[in-house]
């Protein structure tokens, strides 16, 4: 089975500032794929960043950009010059080909103004 | 398309009723999950369907949940017999065939069992 474990319960940053979130998951698959979903206060959950375990570069998306170390199965998210908006629930996900998501526990981020 | 909708977005029942909740994914896509979600966790898989096949189940899922999914477009999930440990958040998400594709996620509909 695969697990996704994310050690930051809750977390918080100053408005502007750079905060990472951790990542960290379990499989024996050689083919997969990882996400970064966000989940604002009672509102659903959208992609934030996706990552293909093939590829060596680092995804990046504006603001927002990962450290994938697939020997370590580590998945970090990294956000930079953050913004209020920016506060909400943080989940990984992995997802290997044809089958469920699997979600971690997620991490709270506080963007404090 | 605007999206994945779930309807009734809350639902409050009692105890030992059963409740269904309705799911309508983006209209192209194949795939469609259905997850439960309780305050403060990350959302915990209950099954998917490709078109209308329910290709896997959570072994974790009782014997009185039963998801369809009768023509690969909508779908539902009934919850025979609740009980309050049924209250959860359940989330509704559809992707496309393509493994690196994106699930979007519905709003959800909040299951409160009194």
């Known amino acids: 089975a695969q697990t996704v474990t994310q050690s930051q319960p809750e977390m918080s940053v100053q408005e502007a500032e750079t905060v990472t979130l951790s990542c960290t998951y379990d499989?024996?698959?050689?083919?997969?794929?990882l996400f970064w979903y966000k989940q604002p206060p009672s509102r659903q959950m959208i992609l934030v960043i996706r990552?293909?375990?093939?590829?060596?570069q680092n995804a990046t998306e504006n603001r927002f950009s990962v450290n994938f170390q697939k020997a370590a199965k580590s998945f970090s998210l990294k956000i930079s010059d953050s913004q209020l908006g920016d506060t909400a629930m943080y989940f990984c996900?992995?997802?290997?080909?044809?089958?469920?998501?699997?979600f971690g526990t997620g991490t709270s981020l506080t963007v404090i103004p | 398309d605007t999206g994945v909708s779930q309807n009734p977005r809350h639902k409050i029942t009692k105890r030992g009723q059963n409740v269904t909740f309705r799911c309508d994914p983006i209209?192209?896509?194949?795939?469609l999950y259905w997850y439960r979600q309780t305050l403060g966790q990350g959302p915990e898989f209950l099954t998917y369907?490709?078109?209308?096949?329910?290709?896997?189940k959570s072994r974790l899922l009782s014997d009185r949940f039963s998801a369809e999914r009768p023509k690969g477009s909508f779908s539902t999930l009934e919850i025979q017999r609740t009980e309050q440990g049924d209250s959860a958040m359940y989330l509704c998400?559809?992707?496309?065939?393509?493994?690196?594709?994106?699930?979007?996620f519905g709003q959800g509909t909040r299951l409160t069992v009194v």
């Open positions: 998400a559809s992707t496309l065939l393509q493994p690196n594709t994106e699930a979007f």
């Open positions: 499989t024996s698959e050689s083919n997969y794929y």
């Open positions: 990552q293909e375990a093939y590829k060596q």
């Open positions: 996900a992995f997802v290997k080909m044809g089958n469920q998501f699997y």
């Open positions: 209209s192209e896509h194949n795939r």
């Open positions: 369907f490709q078109n209308e096949a329910q290709l896997e």
